[in-house]
């Protein structure tokens, strides 16, 4: 018998309060572009190259001789987020311990001029992998944070960033995801341990595959190329991307990795880690978490993914009249982007 399809609902969600791109099209936007939330994004991928959307997380995707690096452009949280102080406690450890200027202090040093403890910033950078590559110099550009799970005294917030880096006289592009794991304290949100995005070596890919990475309207971050081309998304996935892309310019935050093994929360394992789901933080320019974004807009989108298979679909408006009783849901943590998932 096949296994029973899980369903990403959470068991208690709180009650609700009041980029994508290829490795090198983010930092076209590091010096200062927002997307009208008030937080700095990449630029969209139709103005990347093809070439970039090849590279795996801390993979260079391109290099080049003498280039000067970007400034840092901190994310901010925008209007509509669900308690933002958690994604900023977790953002702000990732671009710490990614960004750093030559002869700068190494990574535990850089978070524990944030406050944090000394052997817990010990722990924090040894767990960073990805994030602190052999360079003279990084900076990293946050392209999106979205929870993974938010429960009323715990966190999982995905951190989708690129990352440019400098080498002697070579400068190269990359960047991943980051499953920064959070617990609610006394004195706010503090981060508790790092799970970097580990998507596997590339293979050849096969057609569907080569047509998600060519189109333009179907926005990648590096860690979700990596994924495409590791070949363990399956098919259905590939599938729908194209099909949404037919009428919808979306922007992907998380494929397969970088994601909760389990529906956070409960021990459930998740459609993400096994290839059969991906989510969009970003739809036709507008961010789903934005207040400002046409809910019509969100909920045609919606629907639109069950119409070309999925059977999971959660995102921030609660839908009626799927093909089965739950094949839409909604909560707090599906407050800032849309899932959609697969059975295979």
């Not at 994004?41 to 290099?63: D, F, I, L, Y």
């Not at 989510?279 to 507008?286: F, P, Q, T």
């Amino acid at each position: 018998m096949a296994p029973r399809p899980v369903r990403e609902q959470r068991p208690a969600p709180l009650a609700r309060r009041s980029l994508l791109v290829g490795a090198a099209a983010w930092c076209a936007c590091a010096t200062g572009c927002s997307d009208g939330t008030g937080r700095s994004q990449a630029a969209p991928a139709a103005s990347a190259s093809r070439s970039s959307r090849t590279a795996g997380p801390g993979t260079p995707a391109a290099s080049s001789a003498g280039a000067a690096l970007p400034a840092p452009v901190p994310w901010r949280p925008g209007p509509g987020e669900v308690t933002p102080e958690a994604k900023a406690a977790a953002v702000r450890l990732v671009e710490a311990l990614g960004t750093w200027r030559p002869g700068r202090a190494g990574p535990a040093a850089r978070l524990a001029a944030l406050g944090v403890a000394p052997a817990r910033a010990a722990r924090l950078a040894a767990q960073a992998g990805p994030l602190t590559p052999r360079a003279d110099e990084a900076v990293v550009t946050v392209i999106d944070a979205q929870y993974g799970g938010i429960l009323a005294d715990s966190a999982s917030v995905l951190v989708v960033c690129g990352q440019r880096t400098r080498g002697g006289g070579t400068t190269a592009s990359g960047g991943t995801t980051v499953d920064v794991r959070l617990s609610r304290t006394g004195s706010g949100w503090a981060v508790t341990s790092l799970h970097p995005a580990d998507p596997g070596p590339p293979v050849a890919p096969g057609a569907y595959a080569r047509a998600v990475l060519a189109q333009p309207r179907i926005e990648l971050p590096p860690a979700s190329v990596a994924d495409v081309r590791s070949g363990r998304v399956h098919e259905s996935v590939l599938r729908a991307m194209l099909r949404l892309a037919d009428s919808h310019r979306m922007s992907v935050s998380v494929v397969r990795s970088g994601h909760p093994l389990d529906v956070f929360g409960t021990d459930r394992p998740s459609d993400h880690p096994r290839g059969r789901a991906f989510d969009v933080w970003r739809v036709d320019g507008h961010p789903v978490v934005d207040p400002a974004t046409s809910r019509s807009l969100i909920t045609g989108f919606m629907r639109r993914a069950a119409d070309v298979g999925s059977y999971n679909v959660g995102g921030p408006v609660p839908l009626t009249g799927g093909a089965t009783a739950n094949q839409f849901f909604s909560d707090a943590t599906h407050h800032d982007h849309v899932h959609i998932g697969f059975t295979t």
